[in-house]
């Protein structure tokens, strides 16, 4: 097997989300992927997307614009459910579920930079990996799969 940039980027997104889960604890990085999905949605609505963009000279500011503007959105989502969220969670502590989330943080992370933001702008993922996420109406059946899992992790 030979370790590409690919993998280091996938490992390097896992092992982030692996620690913050840790420290943020399951309510709290529960609230942060729900919240994303509230970004999203007011996401694909902002009207002022094209006007803020249009000051981006590369295709690369572009990107980082567009992020910016999907995680500001995020994280205002953030601010107003974390705490309903954290309140249906108990203690944590174990890596198995700090692991889970770190999955489903970096699959989050991929369905998105694939869908939603031109991440290949900055960097094209090789066909074996961009046909994961390629097929037809695959944002919807990811974001679902991903959403059902939290659902089940947060339940436990």
Same mark, same amino acid.
């Given at each position: 097997?030979?370790?590409?940039?690919?993998? !280091? @980027?996938? &490992?390097? =997104?896992?092992?982030?989300?692996? *620690? %913050?889960? #840790?420290?943020?604890?399951?309510?709290?990085?529960?609230?942060?992927?729900?919240?994303?999905?509230?970004?999203?949605?007011?996401?694909?609505?902002?009207?002022?997307?094209?006007?803020?963009?249009?000051?981006?000279?590369?295709?690369?500011?572009?990107? !980082? @614009?567009? &992020?910016? =503007?999907?995680?500001?959105?995020? *994280? %205002?989502? #953030?601010?107003?459910?974390?705490?309903?969220?954290?309140?249906?969670?108990?203690?944590?502590?174990?890596?198995?579920?700090?692991?889970?989330?770190?999955?489903?943080?970096?699959?989050?992370?991929?369905?998105?930079?694939?869908?939603?933001?031109?991440?290949?702008?900055?960097?094209?993922?090789?066909?074996?990996?961009?046909? %994961?996420?390629?097929?037809?109406?695959?944002?919807?059946?990811?974001?679902?799969?991903?959403?059902?899992?939290?659902?089940?992790?947060?339940?436990?």
């Amino acid at each position: 097997m030979v370790f590409s940039l690919d993998l !280091f @980027i996938i &490992a390097g =997104i896992f092992a982030a989300f692996v *620690a %913050l889960s #840790y420290t943020l604890g399951r309510g709290r990085t529960v609230a942060m992927y729900l919240s994303l999905y509230i970004g999203l949605l007011l996401f694909s609505y902002f009207p002022y997307t094209n006007p803020l963009t249009a000051y981006a000279s590369t295709p690369v500011e572009r990107t !980082f @614009i567009l &992020a910016a =503007i999907l995680l500001t959105l995020s *994280a %205002l989502a #953030y601010l107003a459910i974390k705490d309903s969220i954290d309140n249906f969670s108990v203690g944590f502590g174990e890596w198995i579920d700090a692991a889970a989330l770190g999955a489903i943080g970096t699959g989050l992370t991929l369905v998105v930079l694939h869908h939603t933001l031109p991440f290949n702008t900055i960097h094209r993922f090789p066909g074996n990996i961009a046909n %994961l996420f390629t097929f037809e109406n695959a944002f919807f059946w990811w974001l679902l799969g991903y959403l059902a899992a939290l659902f089940v992790l947060l339940r436990r």
